[in-house]
């Protein structure tokens, strides 16, 4: 496990600085999977949403990085670009920002169901 620093909540300032910019960018079925009481999650949370194409997934995870950078002054631990799916990791908080048709393909909620959801506008 690598949980480290402060716990997240859906009120602390790097989850809705995420949810945010997401949304600036149009990410589409924004879901939130809360981690924290899971033994073996590496995180307190997942974000997930989904992008219509690769462009978009990369606007998406880029806006990531740039708003968390100029609100909080963080910078990722890890981030993994790709263009059907990148994953931004800030330790406590890992964001998936899929093209539609990969969401469904991993379907990375199945694997947490035990997992709090919620889903975000």
């Known amino acids: ?16 600085t995420i949810i945010s910019a997401i949304q600036d960018k149009k990410g ?20 997930v949403c989904d992008a ?3 462009i ?14 100029n609100v909080l002054g963080e910078k990722p631990y890890h981030a993994e670009p790709g263009q059907q799916w990148t994953l931004v990791d800030y330790v406590n908080v890992v964001v998936h920002v899929f093209q539609t048709e990969e969401r469904k393909f991993y ?3 199945s694997l947490w169901l035990d997992a709090d959801k919620q889903e975000h506008q």
Do not use: G, P, Y
């Not at 496990?1 to 809705?16: G, Y």
């Not at 978009?56 to 950078?69: L, P, W």
């Open 107 to 109: 379907d990375i909620e």
């Open 52 to 54: 219509q194409s690769h």
């Open 28 to 47: 589409e079925r924004i879901i939130s999977l809360d981690l924290s009481k899971i033994d073996e999650a590496v995180a307190d949370f997942f974000i």
């Open 1 to 16: 496990m690598r949980k480290a620093q402060q716990r997240v909540t859906r009120d602390s300032e790097i989850f809705k």
């Open 56 to 69: 978009q997934v990369k606007a998406i995870a880029s806006h990531i990085e740039e708003e968390v950078r």
